[in-house]
């Protein structure tokens, strides 16, 4: 009998089922060129040029990821991703035209898991495209596999198994990127990571170009976790703080 494994948004697929990407962008150039690359890549695409279609496309295709453009007519990829998130949960990578850290931190904290400032290279879509995808695929693997007890760092709690943050006994909703940059810090509590290790790690990524994104990642988690657990330490990288014993 022929088996089939579960895909990140829980439908069953055949072995080798292509990806569903939908990319949401009102450059006709760049949808063109973002599509034929990801076709090229394997993956079966469907694009969309504003808010309303790409709310209803989502709905209707069930994509395994969206690669959302930020400025969008009729309403703007933040509140895109907010309806698509609302519906299921999906990962999305932002693109923006602007290298403007607040639309980052904004969209990270609507549920995006990932983003790239235009002008960009194909490759390096394609690249994190593949790595958000195992991402995903990992957590749910991680979800599925029983590992015994929960990791507590004073008042942060982290659960493996169940993927789940907690400070002070308050759940704390991360992205799927977020709670693995947490959890390669909490691996080695006070050390301090590079961002070039931490791009490695989280992302599988090791063009020193993305290190920006560590940036932006790590001040959303801030903002969820509290600012005094994760330590900049200046031309290095992070550490998360832990309670003096």
């Not at 089939?4 to 990319?23: E, F, I, W």
């Not at 309303?52 to 709905?59: F, G, L, R, S």
């Not at 999305?92 to 403007?100: G, K, Q, W």
Request: charged residues 25%.
């Amino acid at each position: 009998m022929e088996q089939t494994h579960t895909s990140q948004n829980g439908s069953a697929a055949t072995p080798g089922a292509q990806r569903r990407v939908l990319v949401v962008e009102d450059d006709p150039t760049i949808v063109d060129a973002i599509a034929a690359r990801l076709r090229a890549e394997g993956f079966l695409v469907q694009t969309a040029g504003d808010g309303p279609a790409a709310v209803d496309t989502a709905e209707a295709w069930q994509p395994d990821l969206l690669i959302l453009d930020i400025m969008l007519p009729g309403f703007d990829g933040l509140e895109v991703c907010r309806r698509v998130q609302a519906q299921r949960p999906v990962p999305v990578m932002m693109l923006t035209a602007r290298d403007d850290e607040t639309d980052m931190l904004v969209g990270l904290g609507v549920g995006a898991d990932d983003y790239m400032t235009k002008p960009f290279s194909m490759r390096e879509l394609a690249a994190r495209v593949h790595v958000l995808l195992r991402r995903v695929e990992r957590a749910v693997v991680a979800a599925s596999t029983p590992r015994s007890g929960i990791l507590r760092l004073g008042e942060l709690e982290i659960d493996h198994a169940q993927r789940r943050v907690r400070v002070r006994s308050e759940d704390v909703h991360l992205t799927p990127t977020e709670f693995d940059l947490l959890v390669c810090l909490a691996n080695t509590p006070r050390a301090v990571l590079s961002r070039e290790q931490l791009l490695a790690e989280v992302w599988d990524w090791a063009d020193a170009s993305g290190t920006r994104t560590v940036d932006s990642h790590i001040k959303a988690l801030r903002r969820k976790i509290g600012a005094e657990r994760i330590r900049t330490v200046h031309g290095v990288g992070y550490a998360l703080e832990t309670p003096t014993p």
